[in-house]
């Protein structure tokens, strides 16, 4: 934050200068929109007809007037592209890292399509990032501890897609977040305290934010699927605790019944001795 605005106070300053040699520009100094949207599309695997308006002279002038735009699916404010919206929108491929250049986004919702490969971890260098919805995708590997970077991130929607590994307890960190959504993927691991919890020990996110990863466990998900134990397991190892515990019972019930019978054979031998002895 800081450092963007400096570099901010420093963009305005050299604004005069800039204008008279054309060498610097604004867009330059914080990110590209351009380069950011070009690099976007030419990650994408489209068919004919979906994002046709994306054509090479509209990217070149994303944001028309102050808030228009010619690209379907694109927010612009103050000449500059706040959000991309893009959910349902029949996309495949992958996502660009060049979104990184986008530097001002503030929503990013391409759900719901089919996209694929990792979430790009230098997303999260979008400092003014506030929604951002992956869901229903098919996106593959971690979830970018780097995100916690992003200090307006109010959601993180990941939901129903092929994510591994181990949630980043750093992600506890955001102050904002009120929606955080990783179910239906293949994490895996204990549930970071920073998410269940907040700091006064009141839930944070509930089961629904984390159901539907087979081996993810913790509070707040049930008790029933702690560790991966299947709910077969789980009745596995009760009925064979159960027969162990007959099994022993039945043992020592055993043991019992013939240490009463050498009792009983030791007492009739004293019995027929002392009948003897009183012949
Ligand atoms: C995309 O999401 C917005 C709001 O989240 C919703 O109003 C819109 O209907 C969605 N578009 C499609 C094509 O589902
Ligand atoms: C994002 O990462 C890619 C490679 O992973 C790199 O080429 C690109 O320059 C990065 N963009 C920004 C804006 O950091
Ligand atoms: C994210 O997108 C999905 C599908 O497009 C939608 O159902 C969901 O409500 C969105 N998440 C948030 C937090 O708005
Ligand atoms: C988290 O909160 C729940 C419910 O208040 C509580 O049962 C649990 O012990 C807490 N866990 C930790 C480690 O604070
Ligand atoms: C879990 O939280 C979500 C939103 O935070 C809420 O809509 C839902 O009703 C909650 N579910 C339960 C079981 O408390």
Same mark, same amino acid.
């Given at each position: ?28 100094? &914080?990110?590209?929109?351009? $380069?950011? =949207?070009?690099?976007? +599309?030419?990650a994408l695997e489209?068919? *004919?007809?979906? /994002? %046709? ?38 996309l495949g491929g992958t996502i660009s ?13 391409i759900?719901?399509n089919h996209l694929t490969g990792a979430v ?14 992956l869901?229903?995708n098919h996106l593959e590997g ?19 897609n092929r994510l591994?590994? &181990?949630?980043?307890?750093? $992600?506890? =960190?955001?102050?904002? +977040? ?5 179910? *239906?993927?293949? /994490? %895996? ?91």
């Amino acid at each position: 934050m800081h450092l963007q605005e400096a570099i901010l106070i420093f963009a305005v300053m050299l604004l005069p200068l800039s204008t008279l040699t054309g060498k610097v520009t604004f867009a330059q100094v &914080l990110g590209d929109d351009t $380069l950011c =949207l070009q690099g976007f +599309l030419d990650a994408l695997e489209l068919k *004919d007809g979906d /994002l %046709s308006s994306w054509t090479e002279t509209a990217l070149k002038i994303p944001c028309t007037g102050t808030s228009g735009s010619s690209l379907s699916g694109v927010g612009c404010n103050n000449n500059r592209v706040y959000s991309i919206t893009l959910n349902a929108s029949d996309l495949g491929g992958t996502i660009s890292p060049s979104l990184a250049s986008c530097a001002l986004l503030e929503t990013l919702d391409i759900s719901s399509n089919h996209l694929t490969g990792a979430v790009p971890a230098n997303i999260s260098t979008l400092s003014y990032l506030v929604n951002l919805n992956l869901s229903n995708n098919h996106l593959e590997g971690n979830i970018p501890a780097e995100l916690s970077m992003c200090a307006y991130l109010n959601v993180i929607d990941l939901h129903a897609n092929r994510l591994s590994g &181990l949630i980043p307890g750093q $992600l506890g =960190l955001l102050q904002r +977040l009120k929606t955080f959504d990783v179910s *239906d993927n293949k /994490l %895996s691991g204990p549930i970071p305290l920073t998410l269940s919890n907040t700091s006064t020990g009141a839930p944070r996110f509930n089961a629904s934010s984390f159901e539907r990863n087979p081996d993810l466990y913790g509070y707040p998900l049930p008790l029933e699927t702690a560790g991966g134990l299947s709910i077969v397991a789980i009745v596995g190892i009760g009925l064979a605790s159960g027969l162990m515990s007959l099994i022993v019972t039945f043992t020592a019930a055993c043991v019992w019944l013939r240490v009463s019978e050498h009792g009983y054979a030791a007492q009739e031998g004293k019995i027929s001795q002392l009948m003897a002895e009183s012949r």
